[in-house]
Nanobody
Framework: QVQLVESGGGLVQPGGSLSLSCASSKRIFNLYRVAWYRQALGKQRELVADMNSIGTIQYADSVKGRFTISRDKVKDTVTLDMDSLKSEDTAVYYC???????????????WGQGTQVTVSS
């Protein structure tokens, strides 16, 4: 069973920075896509940033220029660096990895349990 574990959430003042990290409990044979989503209270989950297997990255308009997604293939982690945080960035952040656990497995989505980010003074 693959488990994704996020870390790095917390409380930060507006204008501050946080870095979220996501690691897998087991190595995934083929990783096709990694992404960060967020869900604010009372709202639908939305895509924040994602990266495909060839490194193409896309960001939600609301975070462009402030957030950076990256992947460390050696450490097998995915990071979301968040700068110039705003109160509207407050949400639970989830990482998603899409890939094959082994060559024989189908590609599936693996989700983390979520980490709370609160931007408040």
């Amino acid at each position: 069973q693959v488990q994704l574990v996020e870390s790095g959430g917390g409380l930060v003042q507006p204008g501050g920075s946080l870095s979220l990290s996501c690691a897998s409990s087991k190595r995934i044979f083929n990783l096709y896509r990694v992404a960060w989503y967020r869900q604010a209270l009372g709202k639908q989950r939305e895509l924040v940033a994602d990266m495909n297997s060839i490194g193409t990255i896309q960001y939600a308009d609301s975070v462009k220029g402030r957030f950076t997604i990256s992947r460390d293939k050696v450490k097998d982690t995915v990071t979301l660096d968040m700068d110039s945080l705003k109160s509207e960035d407050t949400a639970v952040y989830y990482c998603l990895w899409n890939g094959r656990r082994t060559p024989e497995d189908p590609a599936v989505d693996y989700w983390g349990q979520g980490t709370q980010v609160t931007v408040s003074s």
